[in-house]
């Protein structure tokens, strides 16, 4: 991961499933992740058969999306971004520690307020998951 992405998200380990910001276009984006053994959430999501859990994946899709709307411009270097819903949710293969991830997003709408984007997520050229969600968009609060 670079420094690069630590400046387009709030996120930080162990909670950052973003490795680098391959593309962007105004109407896409595409991000990759590689998931080692070394993630937190393989110790209990299973023992025996380690997976990334689905909501991760949709996570990190999430995640890439916000990273590459900020990369482009879109988003204020303040703004934080929060998921308020997730549709069209969608588990077609397991992903295992070791594997990377490609994600691919697609911008529905994108405003100052909320953000409405679709992506799917790949190991290779095979469709791992898909989803759509809509994040709020707002400063972050003073405390």
């Excluded at 709030?10 to 490795?19: G, I, N, S, T």
């Excluded at 069209?88 to 911008?107: L, M």
């Amino acid at each position: 991961m670079s420094n690069e992405i630590e400046e387009l998200l709030p996120h930080r380990e162990p909670f950052l499933f973003v490795d680098e910001i391959v593309s962007f276009n105004d109407e896409t984006i595409t991000a990759r992740h590689v998931f080692t053994e070394k993630e937190f959430f393989f110790k209990g999501h299973f023992p025996q058969y380690p997976v990334v859990p689905g909501v991760i994946l949709v996570e990190t899709m999430a995640q890439s999306g916000g990273a590459g709307l900020r990369k482009q411009g879109k988003l204020g270097g303040d703004a934080l971004f929060f998921l308020a819903s997730v549709d069209k949710v969608k588990f077609r293969r397991q992903v295992r520690p070791g594997e990377e991830v490609r994600s691919e997003i697609t911008n529905l709408r994108v405003s100052a307020k909320m953000i409405k984007q679709s992506g799917k997520a790949y190991v290779g050229d095979e469709l791992a998951a898909e989803a759509e969600w809509l994040c709020l968009v707002g400063p972050a609060p003073s405390v």
